[in-house]
């Protein structure tokens, strides 16, 4: 049964760098056909897709913070990390990772997610 | 750039009442429209793909439709679990969520 769990520090000083892990358990992390996700969602408001990285290594970040993040994966210890520069207040939310589903002609989508992990940018 | 609109932001309604929620785009989209259900503390959990399509598990009295710029979850008979926030995505290009409708118990 394929399990995610984000890890990673709970609080961030403004203007370093924001380092999460999504460890991936029950499917090998460069499987074919799939990708990962990550999405945040500040307290009390909705959701915010952050960036993806494919199998082929490809990666696609969200326009408004395309140049301050970095997905990766490390195939070793089959996680997947996201790097977020520069954090500031706004940053503040619940870091989901997903696992993204794939059928030609259904389009693609986020399933399952891990539970999540709220970092706080405070000084 | 897209937008994606849900109506209403919230919505009060009774234990076996019909529920409908709705998803607009700002320009017409494909299809690739998906539905997720939020309970308080969780994370999120795929209900509906491909705009119609039920995801493996979720209960039939889920169900979704809509083309082009506006889309539909239904919930055909409330149960007190489906108390929860509610949000569509389209995955046309860049993944993008509507801003969420929150069900609550009348």
């Known amino acids: 049964q394929l399990q995610l769990q984000e890890s990673g520090p709970g609080l961030v000083k403004p203007a370093e760098t924001l380092s999460l892990t999504c460890s991936v358990s029950g499917v090998p992390i460069k499987s074919s056909d799939y990708y990962w996700g990550w999405i945040r969602q500040p307290p009390g408001k909705g959701l915010e897709w952050i960036g993806s990285i494919y199998n082929s290594g490809n990666t696609y970040y969200n326009p408004s913070l395309n140049s301050r993040v970095t997905i990766s994966v490390d195939t070793s210890k089959n996680h997947v990390s996201l790097r977020l520069n520069s954090v500031t207040v706004a940053d503040s939310a619940m870091y989901y990772c997903?696992?993204?589903?794939?059928?030609?002609?259904?389009?693609?989508?986020?399933?399952?997610w891990g539970q999540g992990i709220l970092v706080t940018v405070s000084s | 750039d897209i937008q994606m609109t849900q109506s209403p932001s919230s919505l009060s309604a009774s234990i076996g009442d019909r529920v409908t929620i709705t998803c607009r785009a700002s320009q017409s989209s494909c299809n690739y429209l998906n539905w997720y259900q939020q309970k308080p503390g969780r994370a999120p959990k795929l209900l509906i793909y491909a705009a119609s399509s039920l995801q493996s598990g979720v209960p039939s009295r889920f169900s979704g439709s809509g083309s082009g710029t506006e889309f539909t979850l239904t919930i055909s008979s409330l149960q007190p679990e489906d108390f929860a926030t509610y949000y569509c995505?389209?995955?046309?290009?860049?993944?993008?969520f509507g801003q969420g409708t929150k069900l609550e118990i009348k």
């Open positions: 997903a696992y993204g589903g794939y059928r030609y002609g259904y389009g693609n989508w986020f399933d399952p």
């Open positions: 995505q389209q995955s046309c290009a860049t993944p993008l």
